[in-house]
Protein backbone atom coordinates (compact mmCIF):
# COMPACT_ATOMS: atom_id res chain seq x y z
CA UNK A 1 0.00 0.00 0.00
CA UNK A 2 2.77 2.43 0.90
CA UNK A 3 4.04 2.23 -3.11
CA UNK A 4 0.76 3.33 -4.06
CA UNK A 5 0.45 5.83 -1.77
CA UNK A 6 3.85 7.72 -2.87
CA UNK A 7 2.83 7.25 -6.63
CA UNK A 8 -0.74 9.25 -6.15
CA UNK A 9 1.85 12.00 -4.04
CA UNK A 10 4.22 11.81 -6.72
CA UNK A 11 1.53 12.27 -9.79
CA UNK A 12 -0.09 14.73 -7.71
CA UNK A 13 2.89 17.43 -7.88
CA UNK A 14 3.04 16.45 -11.41
CA UNK A 15 -0.33 17.26 -12.15
CA UNK A 16 0.84 20.33 -10.02
CA UNK A 17 3.83 21.53 -11.39
CA UNK A 18 2.19 20.89 -15.08
CA UNK A 19 -0.75 23.20 -14.32
CA UNK A 20 1.18 26.07 -13.10
CA UNK A 21 3.80 25.87 -16.16
CA UNK A 22 0.57 26.13 -18.22
CA UNK A 23 -0.75 28.82 -16.22
CA UNK A 24 2.74 30.76 -16.53
CA UNK A 25 3.09 30.04 -20.29
CA UNK A 26 -0.11 31.33 -21.21
CA UNK A 27 0.65 34.73 -19.23
CA UNK A 28 3.94 35.03 -21.11
CA UNK A 29 1.99 34.44 -24.05
CA UNK A 30 -0.65 37.28 -23.46
CA UNK A 31 2.49 39.66 -22.51
CA UNK A 32 4.28 38.50 -25.78
CA UNK A 33 0.87 39.69 -27.32
CA UNK A 34 0.99 43.01 -25.15
CA UNK A 35 4.65 43.78 -26.32
CA UNK A 36 4.08 43.63 -29.79
CA UNK A 37 1.19 46.19 -30.25
CA UNK A 38 -1.43 43.25 -30.23
CA UNK A 39 -3.68 44.48 -27.87
CA UNK A 40 -6.91 43.24 -28.73
CA UNK A 41 -4.94 39.78 -28.72
CA UNK A 42 -3.56 40.50 -25.39
CA UNK A 43 -6.50 41.35 -23.83
CA UNK A 44 -8.23 37.81 -24.93
CA UNK A 45 -5.13 35.88 -23.69
CA UNK A 46 -5.45 37.76 -20.40
CA UNK A 47 -9.46 37.23 -20.14
CA UNK A 48 -8.31 33.27 -20.74
CA UNK A 49 -6.70 33.07 -17.60
CA UNK A 50 -9.05 35.12 -15.16
CA UNK A 51 -11.69 32.28 -17.39
CA UNK A 52 -9.02 29.71 -15.80
CA UNK A 53 -9.89 30.74 -12.08
CA UNK A 54 -6.42 32.64 -11.92
CA UNK A 55 -6.48 36.29 -10.42
CA UNK A 56 -3.11 38.37 -9.18
CA UNK A 57 -2.51 42.16 -9.32
CA UNK A 58 -0.16 41.64 -11.98
CA UNK A 59 -3.08 39.73 -14.36
CA UNK A 60 -5.44 42.54 -13.82
CA UNK A 61 -3.04 45.19 -14.24
CA UNK A 62 -1.59 44.18 -17.87
CA UNK A 63 -5.29 43.69 -18.85
CA UNK A 64 -6.17 47.11 -18.08
CA UNK A 65 -2.98 48.30 -19.74
CA UNK A 66 -4.35 46.50 -22.77
CA UNK A 67 -8.04 48.12 -22.57
CA UNK A 68 -5.84 51.72 -22.12
CA UNK A 69 -4.05 50.80 -25.34
CA UNK A 70 -7.87 50.36 -27.17
CA UNK A 71 -8.90 53.22 -25.29
CA UNK A 72 -11.72 51.07 -23.46
CA UNK A 73 -12.06 53.83 -20.92
CA UNK A 74 -14.69 52.29 -18.74
CA UNK A 75 -12.66 48.74 -19.04
CA UNK A 76 -9.42 49.93 -18.18
CA UNK A 77 -10.58 51.56 -15.16
CA UNK A 78 -12.46 48.68 -14.07
CA UNK A 79 -9.18 45.92 -14.01
CA UNK A 80 -7.13 49.16 -12.73
CA UNK A 81 -9.71 49.25 -9.22
CA UNK A 82 -9.24 45.43 -9.40
CA UNK A 83 -5.70 45.15 -9.28
CA UNK A 84 -5.56 48.01 -6.55
CA UNK A 85 -7.82 46.04 -4.36
CA UNK A 86 -4.88 43.29 -4.09
CA UNK A 87 -2.05 45.64 -4.19
CA UNK A 88 -3.66 49.07 -2.86
CA UNK A 89 -0.20 50.68 -2.20
CA UNK A 90 1.52 49.22 -5.37
CA UNK A 91 3.04 52.90 -7.22
CA UNK A 92 3.03 51.48 -10.83
CA UNK A 93 -0.83 50.40 -10.26
CA UNK A 94 -1.49 53.91 -8.56
CA UNK A 95 0.24 55.73 -11.43
CA UNK A 96 -1.17 54.21 -14.42
CA UNK A 97 -4.47 53.86 -12.66
CA UNK A 98 -4.51 57.93 -12.88
CA UNK A 99 -3.87 57.59 -16.37
CA UNK A 100 -6.79 56.10 -16.91
CA UNK A 101 -9.07 57.98 -15.12
CA UNK A 102 -7.83 61.27 -17.21
CA UNK A 103 -9.43 59.16 -20.18
CA UNK A 104 -12.83 59.68 -17.80
CA UNK A 105 -15.25 62.84 -19.00
CA UNK A 106 -15.98 62.99 -15.53
CA UNK A 107 -13.35 64.82 -12.76
CA UNK A 108 -14.93 64.07 -9.45
CA UNK A 109 -13.13 65.92 -7.03
CA UNK A 110 -12.93 63.28 -3.68
CA UNK A 111 -14.01 64.83 -0.33
CA UNK A 112 -11.46 66.39 2.05
CA UNK A 113 -10.63 63.52 4.86
CA UNK A 114 -9.25 64.45 8.36
CA UNK A 115 -5.69 63.19 9.37
CA UNK A 116 -7.13 60.52 10.94
CA UNK A 117 -9.23 58.65 8.86
CA UNK A 118 -6.19 59.19 6.01
CA UNK A 119 -4.11 57.19 8.55
CA UNK A 120 -6.51 54.84 9.16
CA UNK A 121 -7.34 54.06 5.08
CA UNK A 122 -3.60 54.12 4.93
CA UNK A 123 -3.22 51.31 7.60
CA UNK A 124 -5.67 49.51 6.12
CA UNK A 125 -4.59 49.79 2.60
CA UNK A 126 -1.18 48.05 3.93
CA UNK A 127 -2.49 44.61 2.82
CA UNK A 128 -5.08 43.16 1.13
CA UNK A 129 -7.41 40.43 3.11
CA UNK A 130 -5.04 37.57 2.15
CA UNK A 131 -2.01 39.64 2.86
CA UNK A 132 -3.41 40.52 6.88
CA UNK A 133 -4.43 36.58 7.36
CA UNK A 134 -0.83 36.00 6.02
CA UNK A 135 0.56 38.42 8.27
CA UNK A 136 -1.81 37.28 11.19
CA UNK A 137 -0.89 33.46 10.75
CA UNK A 138 2.96 34.53 10.74
CA UNK A 139 2.91 36.70 13.77
CA UNK A 140 1.01 33.84 15.82
CA UNK A 141 3.89 30.84 14.38
CA UNK A 142 6.15 34.07 16.18
CA UNK A 143 4.37 34.36 19.40
CA UNK A 144 3.74 30.73 19.98
CA UNK A 145 7.98 30.16 19.19
CA UNK A 146 8.80 33.32 21.49
CA UNK A 147 6.24 32.14 24.34
CA UNK A 148 7.85 28.64 24.37
CA UNK A 149 11.50 30.12 24.32
CA UNK A 150 10.55 31.86 27.40
CA UNK A 151 9.34 29.32 29.19
CA UNK A 152 12.41 27.08 28.13
CA UNK A 153 15.22 29.43 28.32
CA UNK A 154 17.14 30.20 32.07
CA UNK A 155 19.44 32.65 30.92
CA UNK A 156 17.72 35.68 32.92
CA UNK A 157 18.86 38.58 29.88
CA UNK A 158 17.75 36.27 27.37
CA UNK A 159 14.50 35.43 28.89
CA UNK A 160 13.90 38.88 29.71
CA UNK A 161 14.29 39.74 25.89
CA UNK A 162 12.00 36.77 24.66
CA UNK A 163 8.77 38.12 27.30
CA UNK A 164 9.57 41.50 25.74
CA UNK A 165 9.54 40.33 22.66
CA UNK A 166 6.41 38.44 23.32
CA UNK A 167 4.57 41.35 24.70
CA UNK A 168 5.13 43.38 21.47
CA UNK A 169 3.92 40.47 19.17
CA UNK A 170 1.23 39.86 20.76
CA UNK A 171 0.34 43.90 20.53
CA UNK A 172 1.32 43.56 16.84
CA UNK A 173 -1.16 40.52 16.57
CA UNK A 174 -3.84 42.35 18.36
CA UNK A 175 -4.06 45.51 15.89
CA UNK A 176 -3.37 42.86 12.93
CA UNK A 177 -6.52 40.64 14.22
CA UNK A 178 -8.30 44.36 14.40
CA UNK A 179 -7.76 46.05 11.43
CA UNK A 180 -8.36 42.46 9.31
CA UNK A 181 -11.78 42.55 10.80
CA UNK A 182 -12.63 46.47 9.70
CA UNK A 183 -11.33 45.55 6.65
CA UNK A 184 -13.56 42.93 6.38
CA UNK A 185 -16.62 44.68 7.30
CA UNK A 186 -15.95 47.23 5.32
CA UNK A 187 -15.64 45.25 1.96
CA UNK A 188 -18.49 43.63 3.39
CA UNK A 189 -20.92 46.41 3.75
CA UNK A 190 -19.44 48.37 0.85
CA UNK A 191 -20.11 47.91 -2.79
CA UNK A 192 -18.31 49.84 -5.49
CA UNK A 193 -18.89 49.47 -9.02
CA UNK A 194 -17.83 51.12 -12.57
CA UNK A 195 -20.44 52.89 -14.94
CA UNK A 196 -20.47 51.51 -18.34
CA UNK A 197 -22.95 53.73 -19.65
CA UNK A 198 -21.62 55.93 -22.22
CA UNK A 199 -23.49 59.01 -20.76
CA UNK A 200 -26.90 58.63 -17.99
CA UNK A 201 -28.60 61.16 -16.03
CA UNK A 202 -28.97 61.08 -11.94
CA UNK A 203 -31.94 61.74 -10.62
CA UNK A 204 -33.44 62.43 -7.28
CA UNK A 205 -35.99 60.16 -6.49
CA UNK A 206 -36.55 56.51 -8.66
CA UNK A 207 -39.27 58.16 -10.89
CA UNK A 208 -38.79 59.68 -13.95
CA UNK A 209 -40.96 62.76 -13.01
CA UNK A 210 -38.54 63.93 -10.12
CA UNK A 211 -35.55 66.71 -11.03
CA UNK A 212 -32.30 65.64 -12.70
CA UNK A 213 -29.15 66.31 -10.15
CA UNK A 214 -26.05 65.90 -12.67
CA UNK A 215 -24.92 63.68 -15.43
CA UNK A 216 -22.30 60.79 -15.57
CA UNK A 217 -20.22 59.03 -18.13
CA UNK A 218 -18.40 55.95 -18.33
CA UNK A 219 -15.34 55.20 -16.29
CA UNK A 220 -16.79 56.71 -13.13
CA UNK A 221 -16.38 55.01 -9.80
CA UNK A 222 -19.68 54.97 -7.61
CA UNK A 223 -20.96 53.31 -4.39
CA UNK A 224 -23.71 51.50 -5.03
CA UNK A 225 -26.31 52.02 -2.23
CA UNK A 226 -29.78 50.68 -3.05
CA UNK A 227 -31.51 49.23 -5.49
CA UNK A 228 -35.53 49.53 -6.57
CA UNK A 229 -36.68 47.20 -9.30
CA UNK A 230 -34.80 49.34 -12.68
CA UNK A 231 -33.32 51.97 -10.03
CA UNK A 232 -30.10 52.29 -8.26
CA UNK A 233 -29.25 54.03 -6.04
CA UNK A 234 -25.73 55.58 -6.12
CA UNK A 235 -23.08 57.87 -4.39
CA UNK A 236 -19.69 59.32 -5.90
CA UNK A 237 -16.56 60.45 -4.72
CA UNK A 238 -17.36 63.81 -3.41
CA UNK A 239 -20.41 63.02 -1.92
CA UNK A 240 -23.36 63.57 -4.14
CA UNK A 241 -25.90 60.72 -4.51
CA UNK A 242 -28.69 59.89 -6.91
CA UNK A 243 -30.83 57.44 -8.41
CA UNK A 244 -29.90 55.89 -12.26
CA UNK A 245 -32.21 54.04 -14.22
CA UNK A 246 -30.74 51.00 -16.05
CA UNK A 247 -27.46 51.91 -15.35
CA UNK A 248 -24.85 49.55 -16.42
CA UNK A 249 -22.69 49.17 -13.16
CA UNK A 250 -20.17 46.26 -12.53
CA UNK A 251 -19.49 45.75 -9.64
CA UNK A 252 -15.92 45.23 -8.24
CA UNK A 253 -16.26 42.60 -5.92
CA UNK A 254 -15.20 39.04 -6.33
CA UNK A 255 -13.00 37.88 -9.26
CA UNK A 256 -13.65 38.22 -12.66
Do not use: C
Not at 184 to 211: M, Q
Not at 225 to 237: C, G, M, P, S, T
Amino acid sequence: MSWILKLLVLLFFNVFIVLGQDQGAAFENANSAYNAGQFEKAVMLYKEILESGQHSAELYYNLANSYYRLNQVGESIFYFEKAKQLKPLDEDININSAFAQNMAIDAVEVLPKSQITQLKEKTIALFSQDGWGYLIVLVTWLLALFWGLYLWNKVPVFKRTFFVSTIVLALILIGSLSTAIIKSSITADTAYGILFNKKIEVWAEPNSRAEVLFLLHEGTKVQMLDQLQEWQKIRIANGSEGWVKEGKLRSLKGFK
